[in-house]
């Protein structure tokens, strides 16, 4: 079973989208006769908006016109699925990426978005609603199933476009489901009055949470790396809690880039754990008063409660967390 789409015989002529009065495409020549979603291309360069061009060939998917973003920008977008390259900073995303965002939440419209390692914060700041995939330096495949889940209604995905790249996506919300779950147990089992017992009987014996410590499990852990396949022991969600303790006890602030580079994975998949791990209220997003084009990251107060009453317990025992 596949989606019905109407045929693509409209013209966006992109005046809207124009760039100091010069059209960024011939509105005739982008003229697709066939049937299928299209997709309309936005990039901050000419490499940019042909890389873009290049996934959408490669995936068979029209496209219905293309946009170069830069200061002459006019604040316009197109009404349907938008795939987006950007490679460098710049004034315009303090108006592109929020307003990404807003036809996101008031239209329910999607994009994927493509950035390059330096506009990771920049990026998780403004453009964080569920319909924008966000990729850093994507693979070529990555970048075609982006666009084929964009492509594919939200709330009603079939398998018939990008299946693998949504089995993963699918993947991804169960495991959080599952830690979530995990977490709230916990927090249950640490309401408990036998559990507040225990920790009062056993406090002489352990000692506080120790921010050293804790690094020390996380150097741990990526000494594995030296001896295994990192992908063997990959697990970017228990990498990042242990960060976001770290720092909670430490008293520091976490940017988005650095619990990618925590969570010791491809920076695309830091960033959809981040995002899908945020959206269940596990990660809480906490604004920069000194930038507003950036956000830190911190651990929920409840997941805080958990992963300290995990580890309280683990000392108890005398386990090392690996």
């Given at each position: 079973m596949a989606f019905a789409f109407p045929a693509l015989v409209s013209i966006h002529f992109g005046g809207d989208l124009a760039v100091g009065g010069d059209m960024t495409h011939d509105a005739l020549a982008m003229v697709e006769y066939r049937t299928g979603p299209a997709v309309f291309i936005i990039g901050d360069s000419?490499?940019?908006?042909?890389?873009?061009?290049?996934?959408a060939a490669l995936s068979d998917i029209p496209v219905s016109g293309t946009a170069r973003l830069d200061e002459g920008w006019s604040g316009a977008l197109p009404s349907g699925p938008t795939l987006v390259e950007l490679d460098r900073d710049g004034p315009y995303l303090d108006t592109f990426l929020p307003r990404l965002t807003a036809e996101?939440?008031?239209h329910n419209r999607s994009a994927a978005i493509a950035v390059s390692e330096a506009l990771i914060d920049r990026l998780f700041a403004s453009a964080w609603h569920p319909n924008i995939l966000l990729a850093c330096n994507p693979s070529d495949d990555q970048r075609g199933e982006d666009l084929a889940a964009i492509l594919t209604p939200r709330d009603a995905r079939l398998h018939d476009i990008g299946r693998?790249?949504?089995?993963?996506?699918?993947?991804?919300?169960?495991?959080?489901g599952r830690i979530a779950a995990t977490l709230a147990s916990l927090?249950?089992?640490?309401?408990?009055?036998?559990?507040?017992?225990?920790?009062?009987?056993?406090?002489?014996?352990?000692?506080d949470l120790d921010p050293a410590a804790i690094r020390a499990l996380i150097r741990a852990?990526?000494?594995?790396?030296?001896?295994?396949?990192?992908?063997?022991?990959?697990?970017?969600?228990?990498?990042?809690?242990?960060?976001?303790?770290?720092a909670r006890l430490e008293g520091m602030k976490v940017a988005v880039s650095s619990l990618c580079i925590a969570a010791a994975v491809p920076a695309t998949t830091a960033l959809r754990w981040i995002k899908e791990l945020t959206e269940r209220g596990l990660f809480v997003r906490v604004a920069d008063p000194a930038d507003g084009r950036r956000v830190f990251i911190t651990l929920s107060e409840e997941t805080a409660r958990s992963l300290a009453a995990y580890l309280r317990a683990v000392q108890r025992i005398g386990a090392p967390v690996i």
């Open positions: 000419e490499a940019a908006v042909t890389r873009a061009r290049a996934t996101a939440e008031i693998q790249g949504q089995d993963v996506l699918n993947k991804l919300s169960q495991d959080v927090a249950e089992e640490e309401r408990t009055a036998a559990l507040v017992q225990a920790e009062r009987e056993d406090e002489v014996d352990v000692p852990r990526r000494l594995r790396d030296h001896y295994f396949h990192g992908a063997l022991f990959a697990d970017p969600a228990w990498d990042m809690l242990l960060d976001l303790m770290a």
